[in-house]
């Protein structure tokens, strides 16, 4: 058992306070709010993590796919295409998808909205979003803001 890890950072990127490794090979864990759960490993290597609040999270032993079900029933289903973006699939019907050569994350709302998202090097962020006559907005990550428009202009 190892107690009072403050530096270590643990499921959903919470503190971790303690760390419980119990013989049958679960583990348990809270942070210094009380907040915590249980991760029980299956034989395939495939990982359930309940936690206090009542959410739960089924992971793929080899980090393929992961499914998170909130307290009330949403669902959050994230998995790594075969081009290695990251994909989740939001309860309302959403999709966020991450690129991770690119570094661009791109956001498609249940209506059909598209956002996207690149972090520069330099730490900032470019935001796009496609407007309703196609043309496509970008706010560049010094302020400055260029359109788009769907005949190329």
Request: negative net charge; proline residues 5%.
């Amino acid at each position: 058992m190892s107690a009072e890890a403050p530096t270590a950072e643990g499921v959903l990127g919470y503190l971790i306070r303690s760390i419980v490794e119990n013989p049958d090979g679960s583990e348990e864990f809270a942070d210094a709010w009380g907040y915590g759960g249980k991760t029980v490993e299956a034989e395939d290597g495939s990982k359930v993590t309940l936690m206090t609040d009542g959410t739960s999270v089924m992971e793929a032993e080899d980090g393929s796919w992961e499914i998170e079900i909130a307290p009330n029933g949403d669902q959050t289903v994230t998995s790594t295409l075969d081009d290695g973006t990251v994909q989740k699939n939001m309860p309302d019907g959403g999709v966020q998808r991450y690129n991770p050569t690119s570094g661009a994350t791109t956001y498609t709302t249940a209506d059909g909205g598209d956002y996207i998202s690149r972090e520069n090097p330099d730490g900032t962020r470019d935001e796009s979003f496609i407007q309703e006559d196609g043309s496509k907005v970008t706010q560049m990550g010094d302020g400055s803001v260029i359109v788009e428009n769907p005949d190329g202009s």
